[in-house]
């Protein structure tokens, strides 16, 4: 490659003649840039190109820099995802430029710029959250008519990771340590997570007027779409024993206190507090309730997340085959 990561910075260099010329800049796409255009100068006996050639492309239309921008005022600001989108905006960027030519985001580039996230060892389900950054930024560009062309976006693969879930006698195990170390609030959230299968941040934000008749009103999510969870016996007694402006306050979640009643049960590090959310969905799967109502019960937004419990309980299959052994030999 005759573009390499130098620092925070790229260098590109080309040989002609035998002699060597490097130029040094902030991002990927300008080193790239300079490279194709100092190659054809130097062909053609003109000089080297400046930096200010490289972004004179912009000027009839919108940069990288001036569509991300847009993108986050008009669908990121203020979201439950803020965060996130401005993390991975960055990243498309700093590989980019903020100044970079939209005509020159192609379908190579992108798969430069993929090769070069693989380069860093990043996982196909964390490229693929970059590459989605990315495509609703070209989106809206062309939704303002600021881009004509439709680079192809290569999603990469995802593994399947293992999801881990709590067995009845673990998540006993836990309520009564708590209990044990006087972690009360600690130990009311345990039984709320693992009843209703929600998120940390939405147990946080239960106040006494969203616990209903009908269950646990759930009004401000992560998809933005409101729920309502029927409750169990034990997750009301909880909920109408606990008291305050919100029920379970963010500053009387310590994680020590999480980490000690988790290392006190044997439990190992894949236990995190999200674990909970999971083996409330692994039960429902196990109790062998529809997958479309599982979904509407965990708030995911599309019915692929869900999916991923549906393959959680071997014992499941081998029961219905089971089932169907013992109708063929009766």
Request: proline fraction near 2%.
């Amino acid at each position: 490659m005759t573009v390499s990561q130098r620092g925070k910075g790229w260098q590109a260099y080309v040989q002609h003649e035998g002699k060597r010329y490097r130029r040094t800049f902030s991002t990927h796409a300008e080193a790239s840039q300079w490279e194709v255009l100092a190659r054809n100068s130097l062909i053609l006996g003109k000089p080297l190109p400046e930096l200010t050639e490289l972004t004179s492309g912009v000027s009839g239309g919108w940069s990288l820099g001036q569509a991300a921008e847009r993108t986050f005022r008009m669908r990121w600001r203020e979201s439950r995802s803020e965060k996130t989108h401005l993390i991975n905006m960055n990243k498309n960027l700093d590989y980019f430029g903020d100044k970079c030519p939209l005509s020159n985001i192609t379908t190579e580039a992108i798969d430069d710029f993929i090769l070069h996230l693989k380069d860093k060892r990043l996982s196909g389900s964390t490229i693929n959250r970059v590459l989605m950054n990315l495509s609703r930024i070209l989106r809206t560009a062309r939704e303002y008519g600021k881009m004509d062309t439709h680079p192809v976006i290569h999603r990469q693969p995802e593994g399947e990771h293992r999801l881990r879930w709590l067995s009845d006698s673990e998540v006993d195990r836990m309520i009564v340590a708590a209990q044990e170390f006087e972690y009360l609030t600690l130990r009311d959230a345990i039984i709320v997570a693992v009843d209703t299968g929600v998120r940390r941040g939405e147990l946080q934000r239960i106040k006494k007027r969203d616990i209903t008749k009908q269950g646990l009103g759930v009004w401000e999510s992560k998809n933005m779409t409101g729920r309502i969870i029927p409750l169990t016996k034990r997750a009301r007694g909880v909920l109408s024993m606990r008291d305050g402006d919100f029920l379970f306050p963010q500053h009387e979640f310590i994680r020590s206190a999480y980490d000690r009643v988790k290392h006190h049960c044997g439990l190992d590090s894949d236990v995190v507090w999200h674990t909970l959310r999971h083996t409330f969905a692994s039960r429902l799967v196990q109790k062998s309730v529809p997958i479309q109502v599982v979904q509407k019960l965990m708030g995911h937004k599309t019915i692929q997340v869900t999916m991923r419990y549906a393959k959680i309980h071997d014992d499941n299959l081998i029961s219905a085959i089971s089932a169907i052994d013992n109708v063929s030999t009766a």
